[in-house]
Each structure stands twice: as structure tokens, then as C-alpha cells.
């Protein structure tokens, strides 16, 4: 959702990589893996199926990571903000 106020654009901007961030929480969905068998390596399907998710979960955000990291989050305006005027809590 983003507004404008005063001609500033503030808020987030959409970007469709970040569905992606949606896959993980699929894992939410409990009857699809409440379930003892089949079992890997001794282990419950209930249990090795959430660990399967957090590698999905790394999985998913890595894409969304690289695929955006590039793009400006204000299109068309310069980034005006420098590392010397970051407030590090010090009084000039």
C-alpha cells in the first residue's frame, strides 16, 4: 500500500516476488501434515514435513531477496539520504 502525501510517496511498493514470502506459510495448514506415515530416516512425516518448510522458508526468501535488492523502493527520485547522516545517537 503506498500513499501520497505532499508529493512524498510513503509506504510500502508492491512487488510481485514478494508472493513468494506467502509459500511458508502454507505450512500453517495442520491437516495436511498431521499424519505418522511415511516416515524418513525414523522420523514422523509430521515432523521431518516442517523441517522440509524451513528450508522452503530460506528457500523463498533468498528469491525475493536477490530479485529485489536492486530496485529503489521510490521509484524516480535519487537516494539522498548518505551513510554521514545516519543519527548514531551522537549530537553534532
Known amino acids: 500500500m503506498s500513499g501520497k502525501a505532499a ?3 510513503s509506504g510500502l511498493i508492491f512487488s ?3 508472493l513468494f514470502l506467502l509459500v511458508p506459510l502454507l505450512m500453517l ?3 495436511w501434515f498431521n499424519f505418522d506415515k511415511p516416515r524418513l530416516l525414523g522420523l ?3 515432523y521431518w514435513y516442517q523441517f522440509l518448510f524451513v528450508i522452503v522458508g530460506v528457500v523463498c526468501v ?6 529485489t535488492r536492486d530496485k529503489p523502493v521510490v521509484k524516480g527520485k535519487p537516494d539522498l539520504l548518505a551513510v554521514e547522516e545516519l ?3 551522537e549530537d553534532k
Open 29 to 31: 495448514i495442520t491437516p
Open 87 to 89: 543519527d548514531e545517537g
Open 44 to 46: 514422523p512425516f509430521f
Open 62 to 67: 533468498a528469491i525475493v531477496y536477490v530479485a
Open 7 to 9: 508529493g512524498r510517496v
Open 16 to 18: 510481485p516476488w514478494n
